[in-house]
Nanobody, 119 residues
Framework: QVQLVESGGGLVQAGGSLRLSCAAS????????MGWYRQAPGKQRELVAT???????NYADSVKGRFTISRDNAKNTLYLQMNSLKPEDTAVYYC?????????????WGQGTQVTVSS
């Protein structure tokens, strides 16, 4: 089992910044692909950014150039630095770990952290 706990959400004005953290336990963090997703009210959950075990990153077009995903394997922690925030970034942000075991991959989710951007 993998446990993920997000933190760092809050209320910020448009143009501001926040840094989200996701503390992981229960597995070998450095061996897991990780990602941030978000879900706005009335919308489906969507990918924000992912990072592989080798550190390769991928971003949704809507956040490219504004958000940065990173990981600290020594601290078993995933980060999302969010700059130039917009009201449309308002959502619950979730951390996901993908754990490979034998021939299968398993996804684990955190409980989410609310980000609200006021105009």
């Amino acid at each position: 089992q993998v446990q993920l706990v997000e933190s760092g959400g809050g209320l910020v004005q448009a143009g501001g910044s926040l840094r989200l953290s996701c503390a992981a336990s229960g597995s070998s963090f450095s061996h897991n692909a990780m990602g941030w997703y978000r879900q706005a009210p009335g919308k489906q959950r969507e990918l924000v950014a992912t990072i592989t075990t080798a550190g390769h990153t991928n971003y949704a077009d809507s956040v490219k150039g504004r958000f940065t995903i990173s990981r600290d394997n020594a601290k078993n922690t995933l980060y999302l630095q969010m700059n130039s925030l917009k009201p449309e970034d308002t959502a619950v942000y979730y951390c996901k770990a993908t754990v490979a075991r034998l021939l299968y991959e398993y996804d684990y989710w955190g409980q989410g952290t609310q980000v609200t951007v006021s105009s």
